[in-house]
């Protein structure tokens, strides 16, 4: 095995870890605004309305698919804070951060251990960190942490390939048996744990055998082949894993150049919107993104969480054979750096480059012809080129400047005009990432960037109109995406809510029809549907719809919201009850409003125990909610559960202390104890606010006698006899309570208190 060099030994703990622990609370600092963003994109669909995100446990996920592990994850967030984002959002801040990290120690570790005393060895710390700064820092990663989904996936494959290096970086000059021992077992746990991320780890074993040929083996095939074993069982491992996660068909599929995709809905790259995207198109479209991928690490400031670029119409099309030239040009010159020194750190950050990108980038079609975050683990072997470029450029520069410097006053000239680069990259980075802000920005950047996409027009309108009420705002923005894409049926989906709202009924019903038509197996458009027909009281034609929808979706909770507002129009109220129940404990309506439609339910048809589980339900969701708190204390009081109620309208009233109807309900609580002190104290709170609640009078007068003080009960009725508002029944009913303590007392009652 290979030795340690000299240099590698000599960095002290403070210079390895001062720098990666200086870069991870900047990242933190820069991306802290974002923590609170909500979900936007597919986050929704993969998040929101991921129903099974419910149910996931570790014991159920593990080696259940090729991303089981985001899965998981994702289930975690879920049990933290169901769907606030704040969770799932430092979760993958704290993924990119832990990748910075390896990646600064994986290059470390390698530039100290490059061949001879290069550039590279002389400047290992300095290319370590520029590179972490500019992988953290970069506002072309906040796609890919900001995207939380793809944060995991991307992030997560990336964490496992990079945690794989450095494992293999330290097994390769291990000298101990024991210490290679525990690495080779940690480097193949590594590896089955890789292949629950995302698919792109199926590159790892090419990227340890880049790694060992240009930092282990230092261009030497006799090197390379003592470590055969390693290279070839990593290989078998992650191999044999992906063809039983994705089944050999999807490989034959690949390799035999077949495989043909179809076009996500108003996202079509295709000329035709019907035609599917053949692998053959999709490659030779592929030469003008990777230039994209590249040039945006140097020039971010036109980037777009989504393009309106389409496919090649063919080989020789201007887009296909310019970007062709060039990428072959760069292959050239790779080529003959290659052929001069084989071991060229520069060579190794554009393969390493080059080999990231090829899953996505080549024969592996896609209804994404172009996606940023696709370059995350890419990007670490570009920006190790820039790195190195920089750090050359400013060598030169101080060098220029600084020539009767000492080499210790140099090097620290040279890491000051290296830190100015971080207060523009974090500037850079918090301004692209304030996009994700809110869905408004969110997609209209999209639009600016990508002007021909009808899914952008589409959910930019879907956002003027659920977030913010803006119905005739977002009439045009839907009505230009129907236009732009006739095969596309969410803005006829969503028009039609807009005109429901308008109260274009008719025209509501028309716009979801035709959206129906083009996707007849869209759930949402028959909920919405029937939501149409009920306020139209044409319960058959709502009922058909919900069914419709429910066999589309089973755990479709606002289609069973539905079924039950229609049976209770129809006083069905069993049938109602079972409905609501349905959606918040079998389908998604598992949320805030669902268990408290259910209580609400429950609780008027005198289902206190139904009533008091949803209650609690809601509470857990809003556990500031006073008046759902104030409703499950009502409904633990009627089902005579009066400890309970005493606890929880003593709770409320830790937060809303001079609430009168809780120190109300509170005293009869105690009432129905026979605690008739602490009954009385309750009431006693409400007297000088008497007139709000005159039949508290009538409690007080309770409390007095059963305490044996007959003459302040008398009292007390007395004083509601005499008020000039009190109700006539009420009047009445003091009248005779005073009668009837005259007849059992006698002259004593009327004494003064």
């Known amino acids: 095995m290979p030795k340690a060099s000299g240099q590698a030994r000599g960095l002290s703990k403070l210079q390895r870890w001062i720098p990666p622990f200086l870069l991870s609370i900047i990242t933190a600092i820069t991306y802290w605004p974002s923590l609170h963003y909500p979900f936007q994109f597919d986050d929704i669909a993969n998040i929101q309305k991921h129903f099974n995100i419910r149910h996931h446990t570790l014991s159920k996920m593990f080696l259940s698919g090729s991303r089981w592990i985001s899965y998981w994850m994702n289930s975690i967030h879920y049990s933290i804070g169901k769907f606030d984002p704040f969770s799932y959002r430092v979760g993958s801040l704290l993924i990119h951060t832990t990748n910075g990290i390896l990646l600064f120690f994986v290059l470390l570790f390698a530039m100290l251990h490059s061949k001879g005393n290069s550039f590279f060895k002389r400047n290992a710390l300095f290319i370590a960190t520029v590179t972490s700064m500019l992988f953290l820092l970069h506002p072309v990663q906040t796609q890919t942490v900001s995207y939380v989904i793809q944060g995991q996936l991307e992030g997560l494959a990336c964490m496992a390939i990079l945690a794989m290096t450095l494992t293999f970086l330290h097994l390769a000059y291990a000298r101990t048996m024991l210490k290679k021992v525990l690495l080779t077992v940690t480097l193949f746990c590594l590896a089955v744990l890789a292949c629950g991320t995302k698919e792109i780890a199926i590159i790892s074993p090419l990227l340890l055998l880049l790694i060992d040929w240009f930092f282990v083996a230092h261009g030497s095939w006799e090197s390379l082949k003592k470590r055969w074993w390693i290279h070839l069982s990593v290989l078998t491992v992650i191999l044999g894993i992906y063809l039983w996660f994705l089944k050999p068909t999807f490989f034959t599929e690949i390799l035999s150049m077949s495989k043909e995709v179809k076009n996500n809905i108003g996202n079509v790259i295709t000329a035709d919107p019907k035609a599917k995207i053949s692998t053959w198109s999709f490659f030779i479209s592929q030469f003008k993104v990777i230039l994209h991928y590249i040039w945006m690490f140097i020039?971010?400031?036109?980037?777009?969480?989504?393009?309106?670029?389409?496919?090649?119409?063919?080989?020789?099309?201007?887009?296909?054979?310019?970007?062709?030239?060039?990428?072959?040009?760069?292959?050239?010159?790779?080529?003959?750096?290659?052929?001069?020194?084989?071991?060229?750190?520069?060579?190794?950050?554009?393969?390493?480059?080059?080999?990231?990108?090829?899953?996505?980038?080549?024969?592996?079609?896609?209804?994404?012809?172009?996606?940023?975050?696709?370059?995350?683990?890419?990007?670490?072997?570009?920006?190790?080129?820039?790195?190195?470029?920089?750090?050359?450029?400013?060598?030169?520069?101080?060098?220029?400047?600084?020539?009767?410097?000492?080499?210790?006053?140099?090097?620290?000239?040279?890491?000051?005009?290296?830190?100015?680069?971080?207060?523009?990259?974090?500037?850079?980075?918090?301004?692209?990432?304030?996009?994700?802000?809110?869905?408004?920005?969110?997609?209209?950047?999209?639009?600016?960037?990508?002007?021909?996409?009808?899914?952008?027009?589409?959910?930019?309108?879907?956002?003027?109109?659920?977030?913010?009420?803006?119905?005739?705002?977002?009439?045009?923005?839907?009505?230009?995406?129907?236009?732009?894409?006739?095969?596309?049926?969410?803005?006829?989906?969503?028009?039609?809510?807009?005109?429901?709202?308008?109260?274009?009924?008719?025209?509501?019903?028309?716009?979801?029809?035709?959206?129906?038509?083009?996707?007849?197996?869209?759930?949402?458009?028959?909920?919405?549907?029937?939501?149409?027909?009920l306020r139209k009281k044409e319960y058959d034609k709502v009922e058909k719809c919900l069914n419709t929808a429910l066999?589309?979706?089973?755990?479709?909770?606002?289609?069973?919201?539905?079924?039950?507002?229609?049976?209770?129009?129809?006083?069905?109220?069993?049938?109602?009850?079972?409905?609501?129940?349905?959606?918040?404990?079998?389908?998604?309506?598992?949320?805030?409003?669902?268990?408290?439609?259910?209580?609400?339910?429950?609780?008027?048809?005198?289902?206190?125990?139904?009533?008091?589980?949803?209650?609690?339900?809601?509470?857990?969701?809003?556990?500031?909610?006073?008046?759902?708190?104030?409703?499950?204390?009502?409904?633990?009081y009627l089902s005579k559960q009066y400890d309970q109620s005493v606890n929880t309208y003593k709770h409320i009233l830790a937060m809303r202390p001079d609430d009168i109807r809780v120190w109300y309900n509170l005293g009869e609580s105690y009432l129905m104890q026979a605690n008739f002190q602490e009954a009385l104290h309750c009431f006693n709170r409400i007297e000088p606010q008497w007139e709000k609640l005159p039949q508290v009078r009538i409690r007080l007068a309770h409390c007095y006698e059963k305490l044996g003080n007959a003459p302040a009960s008398y009292k007390e009725l007395q004083t509601l006899t005499k008020a000039p508002k009190v109700a006539a029944n009420l009047r009445n009913q003091a009248q005779q309570l005073m009668s009837q303590l005259e007849q059992h007392y006698g002259p004593q009652a009327t004494l003064t208190a």
């Open 551 to 636: 066999k589309l979706r089973p755990h479709y909770g606002k289609a069973y919201f539905n079924m039950g507002r229609m049976h209770a129009e129809q006083n069905n109220n069993e049938q109602a009850l079972d409905c609501f129940k349905k959606a918040c404990t079998i389908a998604d309506l598992d949320n805030e409003f669902g268990y408290k439609t259910y209580a609400t339910a429950a609780f008027r048809q005198k289902k206190f125990p139904d009533a008091i589980w949803a209650f609690s339900k809601a509470i857990e969701c809003n556990p500031h909610d006073t008046e759902t708190m104030f409703s499950l204390a009502n409904a633990y």
């Open 299 to 533: 020039w971010p400031f036109n980037i777009s969480v989504e393009y309106d670029w389409v496919l090649a119409r063919s080989f020789f099309a201007p887009d296909c054979l310019l970007p062709l030239l060039a990428l072959i040009t760069i292959g050239l010159t790779i080529f003959r750096v290659f052929y001069t020194h084989r071991t060229h750190v520069i060579c190794f950050g554009a393969l390493w480059f080059f080999l990231c990108i090829a899953p996505r980038s080549s024969i592996i079609p896609s209804p994404e012809l172009l996606v940023d975050y696709k370059t995350y683990t890419a990007s670490i072997g570009w920006l190790l080129i820039l790195a190195c470029a920089l750090i050359k450029l400013i060598e030169y520069a101080v060098g220029y400047i600084q020539k009767e410097r000492t080499p210790q006053q140099m090097r620290q000239t040279r890491m000051i005009m290296t830190s100015l680069l971080v207060l523009p990259l974090s500037i850079s980075t918090w301004q692209r990432n304030h996009v994700w802000s809110c869905g408004t920005k969110f997609w209209m950047n999209v639009i600016k960037n990508a002007p021909g996409k009808a899914r952008a027009y589409n959910n930019y309108a879907v956002e003027l109109s659920q977030n913010y009420k803006q119905y005739e705002d977002a009439v045009p923005y839907f009505k230009k995406a129907t236009q732009m894409d006739g095969s596309y049926p969410d803005p006829w989906n969503n028009l039609a809510v807009c005109y429901s709202h308008l109260n274009h009924l008719d025209q509501a019903i028309d716009s979801l029809k035709q959206g129906l038509r083009i996707n007849p197996y869209y759930p949402e458009g028959y909920n919405n549907l029937a939501s149409f027909y």
